[in-house]
C-alpha cells in the first residue's frame, strides 16, 4: 500500500524511461513552472527501470528537494504501468501529466490547473498546436487518433498529447490495463467526467529518443480501441435515489 501523508493541491505524474539527458532541465521548469503558484504541490517521477542512470540520478535529485518523490519499477513495464503507479501515491486533489522528454511545456501545467476550476471540469487535456515531428509521425498520429475515435465513437483531437491535468476523484473510477494512457479522456467520459481539450505548445526532441515504433503502436493501439469500445458497450451506470 503507498504510504499515507497529507494531501496536497497537485501531483505531477512523469512516467520516466532512459531520459537521463532530459531529467535535470525537467526537474528545473516543473519547479519553475509551479514554486511561484499559490499551491502546494509534488513531482512523482515513475522509473519504469531504467537502464541509462536515470533512477539513480533520480534519487540523488531528490536529496535536496523535498518536493520531489521518485517511484521505482523492479522490471519495465511501460507507460500505462508507470501512469498507474504515479496515480495511486499521487497526494494531489489534482494530478497533473506530463513526460519527461519535455516536447511539452512544464510551463503549461499551471494553465490546465486554472482551467479545472475556472471551467467547472473534471479534466483539461491538451491539444499539440504546431507539433514539431516529422511529417510521417504527424500523419500516423492522425490516423491512428481517427481510428480510435471512430472505434470510441468520441472526438478526442489529439489523445496522444501527454500534458493533462485531471481531478484525482475523477481518475480513481478508472480500469488499469496496458494501453491506458492513450484512452484516459474517453474513459474518464464513460465514468461521467466532464472533459475540456485546450490547445498546449510542442517543442521538438532535444536529448534521447522516441520509445515508440509506428507499426508496434498502431497494431496494440487498434487492439485496445476495440477494448474500449466494448467497456463502453458494456458499462453499468447507476444512480441512489
Request: hydrophobic content about 40%; glycine content about 8%; charged content about 25%.
Amino acid at each position: 500500500m503507498p504510504e499515507v501523508a497529507a494531501p496536497i493541491d497537485v501531483s505531477v505524474v512523469v512516467p520516466v524511461y532512459n531520459e537521463l539527458d532530459n531529467l535535470d532541465p525537467l526537474l528545473r521548469r516543473v519547479h519553475d513552472a509551479l514554486e511561484p503558484t499559490p499551491w502546494t504541490w509534488e513531482l512523482v517521477a515513475v522509473d519504469d527501470a531504467s537502464t541509462d542512470g536515470s533512477g539513480d540520478h533520480l534519487d540523488v535529485a531528490a536529496t535536496d528537494r523535498p518536493w520531489l518523490r521518485v517511484l521505482h519499477f523492479a522490471a519495465n513495464r511501460g507507460q500505462s504501468a508507470a501512469l498507474a503507479a504515479g496515480f495511486r501515491h499521487a497526494r494531489g486533489r489534482i494530478v497533473g501529466i506530463l513526460d519527461a522528454d519535455l516536447q511539452t511545456y512544464p510551463e503549461d501545467l499551471p494553465t490546465l490547473v486554472e482551467r479545472l476550476d475556472t471551467d467547472g471540469v473534471d479534466a483539461v487535456v491538451g491539444i499539440r498546436a504546431e507539433r514539431q515531428d516529422t511529417g510521417w509521425k504527424k500523419f500516423s498520429s492522425r490516423f491512428a487518433n481517427g481510428v480510435r475515435n471512430w472505434l470510441t465513437r468520441e472526438d478526442i483531437v489529439d489523445t496522444g498529447c501527454p500534458l493533462k491535468a485531471i481531478r484525482a476523484d475523477a481518475l480513481r473510477q478508472l480500469p488499469v490495463f496496458n494501453g491506458l494512457h492513450r484512452f484516459l479522456p474517453t474513459l474518464l467520459r464513460m465514468h461521467g467526467a466532464v472533459v475540456v481539450q485546450v490547445p498546449v505548445r510542442h517543442a521538438p526532441r532535444v536529448h534521447g529518443h522516441s520509445k515508440y515504433g509506428t507499426w508496434d503502436r498502431a497494431f496494440r493501439g487498434l487492439r485496445d480501441a476495440l477494448g474500449v469500445r466494448w467497456l463502453q458497450d458494456r458499462h453499468v451506470d447507476w444512480t441512489l435515489r
